[in-house]
């Protein structure tokens, strides 16, 4: 793990917070998903599709912030910012972290192009699917459905597909739409092949954690995702 970025003055003086912040968002996930786990469901209630959106947005948080880490922007300390990349990654979806560490720097390294392992010149499907199955391995099914079968025994069946299974395969959509699939389809016109959505901080925030305003992203890659809102003119 040698990749280093430069730091803005701000996103030097924001390292410090950044573990805070990762622990805020693990937490959340976690009380979140404990408490859905003892919820009465009720089809009828719609604080029911409410609460899969928010689980589904807690994990694109993790998510986001294993891709700080990935930038060095959690903690200057690295052993905790490589624990948080770590944790994030296998509470997601038991991703190993080095592996999707490297692949993620191959991305800025070689944006839309065949050395590009998020990018896919295809339909909308067909790259999600590819992109999906470029990141996923069989000993990560094999290990999330033994867990799964493992839980079940003290947790409803129903409470684990609403709220465990379903929001996190939400957020791999989630994920690749606004921050894959959108910024890098088609062509363009500047050195980092991505776009930017227009300027909506609410929006950007509730999309993908401000990964809409993705140019932005490859341009300062070592901001992370808390203040990339900052550096959209």
Known sequence: MEHQYKLSNKAQ??????????????GCWF???????????????????????????LYTGLFITAHDAMHGTVSSNKFV???????????YAAFWYPQLYTKHHKHHSHVHSDEDP???????I?????FIRNYLSIWQVVFMAALFNLLKIWIPQANLILFWVVPSLLST?????????????????NQYHSRTQNKNHVFA????????????????????????????K
């Open 13 to 26: 003086s924001s390292v410090g917070l950044g573990a805070l912040i990762a622990l805020v968002v693990i």
């Open 31 to 57: 009380t979140s998903t404990i408490l859905l786990m003892q919820w009465n469901i009720k089809f009828t209630n719609p604080l029911l599709y409410l609460f899969i959106l928010l689980q589904m947005h």
């Open 81 to 91: 910012n490589n624990a948080a990349g770590y944790i994030t990654t296998f509470l």
């Open 118 to 124: 998020d990018y896919h010149h295809g339909s909308f």
């Open 126 to 130: 067909a790259w999600y699917f590819r």
């Open 173 to 189: 959509l989630q994920l690749f739409y606004f921050g894959t699939y959108q910024p890098h389809k088609g062509e363009h016109d």
């Open 205 to 232: 925030f509730l999309s993908c954690y401000f990964f809409g305003y993705h140019y932005e992203h490859h341009h300062s890659p070592g901001m992370p995702w808390w203040r990339l809102w900052q550096t959209k």
